[in-house]
């Protein structure tokens, strides 16, 4: 198989000190390979997204290692080493209309990330560049070029952010809660387009979610986080299967279903409703 | 409880008002949870707004009725909403972002005082306390919350507090409007827990229960209406939403709920195409027609009746017996790789 070109060791974020001191990521490592998927699970406040932002160099971490091409990316800190970093890994985030300027047209948005490249390109070749970007998520360039955020539904939206991450030919593509805010039937299309990226640009795709039902369609590996501690790695099938923590095997009992909950609710005892609560 | 013919709309500055909500009608019994679902933008916030008394400025209630136990019917177009004395009281709104709703400045305790003194004048502040703590402990919930201000409190807990204060004073209609969206899986269903434990209890007769989590509202519910573009498409028994489902849109919602299940390995869902309409000028005939992938020549010029089904309707017309129902295309088989 693939070797893997991105590693993280003994990734950890503390925030705060004294008392207040907050460990939001403790201890993680994992690799990529190139085209993989991998969903990152976890509750609210598990340092999903923490870990996130200090992939993409947005925050800076305590302790630990960031590892590409087998070299040290850790401590890239001047634009001029952050540029060449952020054309291989890219971030899209949960709340598309908030990535987006809302003053701007999608052609304005998409043009103003060619200044990522150190090379100059011409018109032509930029909007070329576009078109396919757009094309790859499922957009029609003619009839979304000229259009405002305003004017865009959720997923379409979230569609531009995606091909707009992908105008610089990432790697590494870092989707932080990317779906969460969209509805479900428009959910599974932005699903189905990071699968079909992943497949065809050989792109590696990092999908972090609360929701495993996402997880389990969509990615080869799942880590799950608890307590900024990733307490499980391993094939997407063997994980939700044969889950071996206990955070893993309450999240997967806490799942709606519309079949309802595997251990049905029915009369809970006051006491059991207690420990269900705190 | 019986609401008729309900219509809403927005006021907008260019004049062409927006159509949120249109002839929506159902019945909500005692005992009953009726979940209402749909993607955003559908009305049913709107609709939540209107019947418990927290009309935006901008919103008109343009027609229909309340009533309740076959009392008084209530005409809603005249008073613009439901009587004053009834909110909080008789009909209680669980709000979507706790966060939002509690005040960041005062302890829950003092909150919760306000609400009720603004019902009971007689209650003191002692007295206040003790029937808060009470509902507190007999849901299970530490009292020491009381004390505390919304910022030391979890997402999940700040939800629960919200719902216990919405219901200290016995409404006898809880609308609950995506109470859970914010909240991930485990606070989801302590939630949902401590709500069937409320109707258990006989604190909460009857609610309905807002959100777009199908999965989640099939947990709740006992009935649930499908609304889309301001309308209901289809109601029916849960069971009969979740396992009969007959409007094309129910099939759509019900197909893209990704659950943690090995079937969904290696295959590809299709969502739907297209977006939800503008609502200042919806399309014609039925209003799921522009997305529908079993759209004929006549969804765009007709309006679709309610078809009777069981213990339900839907409109679809697919469903008036001149055609053949198709099988739901739900799933694309993908060779796994």
Not at chain 2, 270 to 282: A, E, I, N, V, Y
Request: some cysteine.
């Amino acid at each position: 198989m693939n070797e893997p070109f991105y590693s993280v060791k003994n990734l950890t974020k503390v925030f705060g000190g004294g008392q207040e001191q907050v460990v939001a990521v403790k201890d993680v490592s994992f690799d990529v390979t190139p085209g993989e998927i991998i969903a990152i699970v976890g509750e609210s406040g598990s340092g999903k997204s923490t870990l996130a932002r200090m992939l993409l160099k947005l925050s800076q971490p305590t302790a630990g290692t960031i590892m590409m091409d087998g070299e040290d990316v850790t401590k890239l800190k001047r634009p001029n080493q952050l540029k060449p970093y952020w054309r291989d890994v890219q971030g899209v985030f949960q709340n598309p209309a908030g990535s987006f300027n809302q003053f701007y047209s999608v052609r304005t948005v998409l043009e103003k990330t060619f200044n990522l490249h150190e090379h100059r390109l011409s018109k032509a070749e930029k909007l070329e560049r576009i078109h396919k970007a757009l094309n790859l998520v499922g957009l029609d360039p003619q009839q979304t070029l000229e259009r405002g955020s305003h004017e865009l539904s959720g997923g379409q939206r979230q569609r531009v952010i995606i091909a707009r991450a992908l105008l610089v030919d990432p790697r590494l593509l870092i989707a932080d809660e990317s779906t969460s805010a969209l509805d479900a039937s428009l959910r599974v299309t932005i699903l189905n387009v990071l699968k079909d990226l992943s497949q065809r640009l050989n792109l590696s795709v990092l999908f972090i979610t609360h929701d495993i039902g996402q997880a389990y369609y969509l990615a080869d590996r799942v880590f799950v986080m608890y307590r900024g501690e990733m307490v499980e790695q391993g094939p997407t099938e063997t994980v939700l299967q044969f889950p071996q923590h206990d955070y893993t095997k309450r999240l997967l009992a806490d799942v709606p279903r519309l079949e309802g909950w595997t251990a049905s609710p029915g009369d809970l005892s006051i006491e059991e409703l207690a420990k269900a609560l705190t | 409880m019986k609401a008729d013919n309900i219509s809403v709309q927005y006021e907008t500055r260019v004049g062409t008002p927006v159509l949120a909500v249109n002839d929506v009608s159902f019945h909500l019994e005692h005992g009953e949870v009726l979940g209402i679902a749909g993607e955003s933008g559908c009305g049913k916030s709107t609709l939540a707004a209107a019947l418990s008394g927290n009309s935006a400025s901008n919103m008109r209630i343009t027609g229909g009725t309340v009533s309740l136990d076959d009392t008084t019917t209530i005409d809603i177009v005249k008073t613009q909403g439901i009587p004053r004395d009834w909110r909080g009281s008789t009909i209680s709104l669980l709000p979507q972002r706790a966060l939002n709703a509690l005040n960041p400045t005062a302890r829950i305790g003092d909150y919760a005082y306000d609400v009720i003194r603004a019902h009971e004048k007689r209650m003191n502040r002692r007295e206040a306390m003790e029937k808060t703590g009470e509902r507190l402990e007999q849901l299970g919930l530490p009292t020491r919350v009381l004390k505390s201000y919304p910022h030391q409190l979890s997402g999940g807990m700040r939800q629960r507090v919200v719902t216990v204060i919405s219901t200290l004073l016995d409404p006898d209609i809880l609308i609950a409007d995506e109470p859970t969206s914010a909240l991930d899986v485990s606070s989801q269903k302590a939630l949902v827990l401590m709500l069937q434990k409320m109707m258990n209890e006989g604190m909460l007769s009857r609610a309905i229960f807002i959100t777009h989590d199908l999965a989640l509202l099939s947990n709740i519910a006992t009935r649930i209406s499908i609304m889309y573009a301001g309308e209901i498409v289809e109601e029916n028994t849960t069971n009969e939403i979740i396992h009969n489902a007959q409007h094309p849109y129910t099939r759509a919602l019900l197909a893209a709920t990704l659950e943690p299940d090995p079937s969904i390995r290696n295959i590809t869902i299709k969502g739907l195409s297209g977006q939800s309409p503008d609502m200042q000028t919806p399309p014609s005939g039925c209003r799921f027609h522009p997305r529908c992938p079993y759209a004929m020549p006549v969804c765009a010029q007709k309006v679709p009746g309610a078809t009777p089904l069981g213990s339900g309707f839907a409109r679809c017309w697919l469903l008036d017996g001149t055609t053949e129902i198709p099988d739901p295309i739900k799933h694309e088989e993908v060779v796994a790789s």
